[in-house]
């Protein structure tokens, strides 16, 4: 190490434990404090809390007080504790009032970036504020959301990867990088996440120079960590806090056992995002990166020429096998030269790797030369049952070193290997079947507190599913209804009469039922569908049968926020719409007041990961019906439902059309799993309420 790194070493040490000490002493004089006080979150919650009195549109919530209350109790004691809170119970709140009067350091992790901004530059500072408990408040993201300057200075079209049109967005990014403080790519609204310029001016965990880079001291990554690192409370997202999890990614592996409890809302999207992120995971974008930045080093030519020009006729050999519709299949629905030419990309990718290595090269190849070989590992142990991998690892010089180890251990495990293609190349996954000890393991290596919330976390009472798949047997629970009153505010309508979904007529019949509906509620509804072909069907019936005065918004016209704010500034809009809009949408108001659901949200058994979920609980005797697809339907139902009553004004009709939800004795229990709302299979009943609504919403 060199005399200069090591001074940077000792000072990085010591400005660390001069943190430290701040924050214990910070830790100790709110707890004096705090001990000669009594939290009464009720009183602070109530309506003549100083919430109430600074914070306009405030509405005090017994259910959100006593969430608030288990909260606190759980964070003092270092508990796991699982809530299910119901719209309107106003969580947000519920948790960040504890977590800013504990005095400890929290971490919390919301489901998207949308949520992490909004608790960052919104609800935080609003309730510091009224609380009077001001707080070092950190925003955390992935690397892709951070301008690099590296990058951004050494972006040029000579690669020819970027269109002549880039270049005005470039000036615009050049210009905003002088002033911005810091870096985050959300203050370039006009800068999409699949715009080509932004994988131009990111990096990425591999192509990073780290200390190494002449921007270090400017760097927007490096900034936010310091920051998180000094923070009371960090808010991050779940594909960061599981990355960090999986990859103890370096410069953010220090900051999880540095808190002292994590928060997590939306918490029901974690069992999945877990799978992709303790599994394997290899696309074609990463080895075109490759590609074009062994390109840009100097002196790549003279070394790996001819295994570089090699990987590429591999990779371009692989693309013409698979080509570029939409697909997503299992490994064993692979053709036979598929999974040839996938054995010698792999082969290309680690002579690649090999080759550079041997040649000695300066630090800028020996990166490359590093993800080359952790990228043909990857390849090997998504493409290569289990057994295969460790028989041969060894013997091929991969699975070894951090990286390595960890995909190797991913890879161990019984798990689904799927293969996506797309107009933009191709993905390979292994996603493991089980990933509750992995999950586990992180909660018992420091003694913090664990929140898991959300909507959507219990089959009727039983929070059994959902704790399983994370390794949380045993783990605290409490779950509250919403305060909205559902049998005044809404109306479950289920049609009788359909066929089965399995009927080739099915699609027709549920926009026979869906048409009078939609003419009687004068538009302002969601018509929500289980697939994508459903949805496309619908779509042209629909702009054939639908009243002019009624405009149609279907998924996939224009980006999702687009598509909801046409929606909230017409009040007749009907917009269609898959997964997407299944959760995460809030419309409040007369906008919305139908929501029809096609049928009940079992995940399709032609999706390769689901079908091999199956096989894999069956050949473990288990009931995969009964274990994975009815708790996962009933959850996703659950959400969807959801999108209808908003506030405490808001009225409306849910439709689901699925005739199992009458016919079938598991419809029991989606129907136990929905907020109590009156139901009825008598559409003329539904079509006056529909009628009655729309003229109320004619005349606001």
């Excluded at 509906?517 to 302002?524: I, K, P, R, V, W």
């Amino acid at each position: 190490m060199k005399p200069s790194q090591e001074k940077n070493g000792a000072r990085y040490e010591l400005s660390r434990l001069y943190r430290w000490a701040l924050r214990f002493t910070d830790f100790c004089s709110f707890q004096i404090i705090r001990l000669g006080i009594t939290l009464n979150l009720e009183a602070i919650l109530g309506a003549a809390g100083p919430l109430t009195r600074a914070l306009e549109g405030f509405t005090p919530r017994p259910a959100q007080q006593q969430m608030a209350a288990r909260i606190d109790a759980a964070l003092r004691a270092r508990e796991v504790l699982l809530v299910e809170a119901g719209t309107g119970t106003g969580k947000t709140y519920a948790y960040l009032v504890p977590a800013l009067l504990s005095g400890l350091r929290v971490l919390i992790s919301t489901g998207t970036r949308t949520l992490q901004d909004q608790l960052f530059h919104r609800d935080l500072p609003l309730l510091a504020g009224a609380l009077g408990r001001p707080a070092r408040v950190a925003l955390l993201k992935g690397r892709s959301n951070y301008l690099c300057r590296a990058r951004l200075a050494d972006i040029g079209r000579q690669d020819e990867l970027l269109p002549v049109s880039a270049d005005v967005l470039l000036g615009r990014i050049r210009d905003w990088s002088q002033a911005t403080r810091s870096g985050d790519l959300a203050e370039l609204p006009e800068l999409s996440d699949t715009d080509p310029v932004r994988l131009r001016i990111t990096s990425t965990r591999e192509n990073c120079s780290g200390t190494r880079c002449s921007e270090i001291g400017r760097c927007h990554v490096f900034e936010a960590r310091r920051d998180a690192m000094d923070a009371d409370i960090v808010v991050v997202n779940h594909h960061l806090l599981l990355a960090d999890m999986a990859l103890k990614e370096e410069g953010f592996g220090d900051l999880l056992p540095s808190v002292d409890a994590v928060v997590l809302d939306e918490a029901h999207q974690l069992p999945d995002l877990a799978s992709e992120f303790f599994g394997v995971s290899v696309s074609s974008r990463q080895l075109e990166l490759l590609l074009t930045d062994l390109k840009r080093e100097p002196g790549s030519a003279e070394l790996a020429s001819a295994p570089a020009s090699n990987l590429e006729r591999s990779l371009a050999a692989v693309h013409a096998l698979l080509g570029r519709a939409d697909r997503h299949l299992g490994f064993s629905e692979l053709r036979a030269e598929v999974h040839a030419a996938l054995r010698t990309l792999q082969r290309a990718c680690r002579e690649l790797g090999a080759t550079l290595e041997a040649s000695c090269p300066p630090p800028g190849l020996q990166t490359i030369a590093t993800r080359a070989r952790t990228l043909a590992a990857a390849l090997r142990q998504v493409i290569s049952p289990p057994e295969d991998v460790h028989a041969d690892s060894d013997s091929d010089g991969e699975g070894v070193g951090e990286a390595g180890g960890e995909k190797a251990a991913a890879a161990s495990v019984a798990g689904a290997r799927t293969l996506s293609t797309h107009a933009r190349g191709f993905v390979l996954r292994l996603l493991p079947y089980e990933i509750a000890s992995r999950f586990q393991a992180q909660l018992v290596q420091g003694r913090n507190a664990w929140i898991f919330t959300s909507a959507t976390l219990a089959v009727g009472d039983d929070f059994s599913h959902f704790a399983s798949r994370l390794g949380l047997t045993g783990a605290a629970a409490l779950r509250l209804d919403s305060p909205f009153d559902y049998s005044r505010q809404a109306l479950l309508y289920l049609p009788q009469g359909l066929p089965p979904p399995s009927d080739p007529g099915f699609s027709d019949a549920v926009i026979q039922v869906a048409l009078p509906l939609l003419e009687s509620a004068g538009g302002g509804a969601f018509v929500l569908f289980t697939s994508h072909r459903a949805l496309r069907h619908a779509a042209q019936r629909l702009t054939e049968a639908l009243p002019a005065e009624l405009p149609l918004l279907v998924q996939g016209s224009a980006p999702r926020e687009l598509l909801l704010r046409r929606f909230r500034a017409s009040g007749r809009a009907v917009l269609l719409g898959t997964a997407s809009f299944w959760e995460g949408v809030d419309v409040q108001g007369p906008a919305l007041r139908l929501v029809i659901i096609d049928k009940l949200p079992f995940a399709s058994p032609e999706d390769p990961v689901v079908r091999a979920r199956i096989e894999y609980l069956k050949t473990r005797g288990g009931n995969a019906f009964r274990d994975y697809q009815l708790p996962e339907a009933v959850l996703a139902l659950k959400q969807g439902v959801g999108r209808l009553i908003r506030s405490e004004q808001d009225r409306g009709v849910v439709v689901i059309c699925d005739p199992r939800m009458s016919e079938r004795a598991y419809g029991r229990i989606f129907r136990a799993s929905l907020p109590p709302m009156p139901t009825t299979q008598a559409s003329a009943v539904v079509l006056q309420r529909l009628r009655e609504l729309s003229c109320e919403t004619a005349g606001t």
